[in-house]
């Protein structure tokens, strides 16, 4: 048999983290066993589908690697194909055509929920004949069995029964000539020959109505697995910001793939105490029996743990191809300054984004004015001038270009004016970066070169002489 699973987002909003979660599960599952991944919009709801959730959903899967075997497809270009089918259920009654209207139903449900009983479908209409009301404007529901039960085996949860006097009589065709969610997919993952189904639970309800649609229709019935909730730290459901948070905003803030592919693989799936897994060990090791059935809790800095690991990790090459995007967006032409790899290895340590590895190694590549504040004035002042002249003396003198000589004429300086390292590093950094924070001193001042340096030490000293 081959194992097919699928993603089947609604295009109604962004690509967040929890659909995500079931995009890799399905991936994983169908890469695992050699199977194959289908990516189906299930688009039938017209007023809330968008061109443009599609687009982001897309672009979201490309960027992660989570490409398809089979589709897109489109439900909404396949309708004749479930009406067709709807037709022939009328005609040989597993289902049937009910011309109810709102407000009778309105009122049937109040009566239900006065009385204590769960509201549902009374079959007024179960037995009519034919077009019995002509033109009135009807639905079709499906004929759910009156007795018995539904009973399957979730990969995640056991058993789960279900009693089919508590499922109502489900409406599969609307008013307006649109085939329902639940009617589509069922048509789809049995045309597709669905063999595995992983969503969320929040779909564990529409299950038994599907799978007795599947029966009716005489298909195999796939093996479920529902996943379970993402909660924030707290305990309570993810909020609303995270949860509808689209993965291109994660991009944006200079998070890898990697690292949003092995955190959301964790949030809900284990293997031993393992945190890390690369994206071959994550095809080979991930089954059904490691998913958990409590929720599971969104951790930012988890996340931001793993980019760390991953940014410093993955090869320097990879990173910085990763990293051009960034660099453009903060138009920083990486082509006049140091060899971009060199840089990776000297920052890497320091950042949990690629965007701080930007913000940490711009002056590499770019000039920049001392802002009138109060961190400038610490070190730019008349106590520091000495420093800035003595190095900048030093650094003109000097003639092998090494990290070495030049970590060497700094401990030479810190002796000369007898003060300690970081005294004499502070403002000399604060002069060739603009920043506090840099790599080590004698690494900075070798990467940003000889040139650079006297002429940024030059304007630090003019600086302090014009304030
Ligand atoms: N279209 C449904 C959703 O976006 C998923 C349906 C399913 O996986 O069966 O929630």
Known sequence: MIIKTRF???PTGNLHIGSIRTALYSWLFAKRNKGIFVLRFEDTDCERSTKLSIKKILKGLKWLGL????????????LQ?????????????????CYCSTSRLEKLRKNQILKGEKPRYDGKCRDIKGNFYGSVPYVVRFRNPETGKVIFYDEIRGKIVFENKELDDLIILRSNGIPTYNF???IDDRDMKITHVIRGEDHINNTPRQINILKSLGADIPIYAHVSMITENSGRKM????????????????????AILNYILRLGWSYGNQEVFSLDEMKKLFNLKGLSKSSSCFNIKKLLWLNHYYINNLSVDYI???????????NIDISKGPVLTEIIKITARRCNTLRDMVQLSRFFYQEFEYLSNEVTKKYLNNNNITILQEIRK????????????LLQLVKLLSIKLNITLSAVAMPIRFAITGSEISPSIDITMYFIGKDRLLSRIGKAINYINEN
Request: glycine share 6%.
């Open 239 to 258: 909020s609303k910001r995270n949860n509808v948070i689209d993965v291109m905003e994660y991009y944006q803030k200079g998070y890898l793939p990697d």
């Open 8 to 10: 089947a987002p609604s």
């Open 67 to 78: 490409t398809w075997d089979e589709g897109p497809y489109f439900q909404t270009q396949r």
């Open 394 to 405: 030093m650094i003109a003198d000097l003639s092998i270009w090494s990290v070495c000589n």
């Open 320 to 330: 910085g191809k990763c990293l051009e995007h960034y660099f453009q967006t903060e």
């Open 81 to 97: 194909h479930y009406i067709d089918i709807i037709d022939s259920m009328i005609l040989s009654g597993k289902a049937y055509k």
């Open 184 to 186: 589509c997919v069922v």
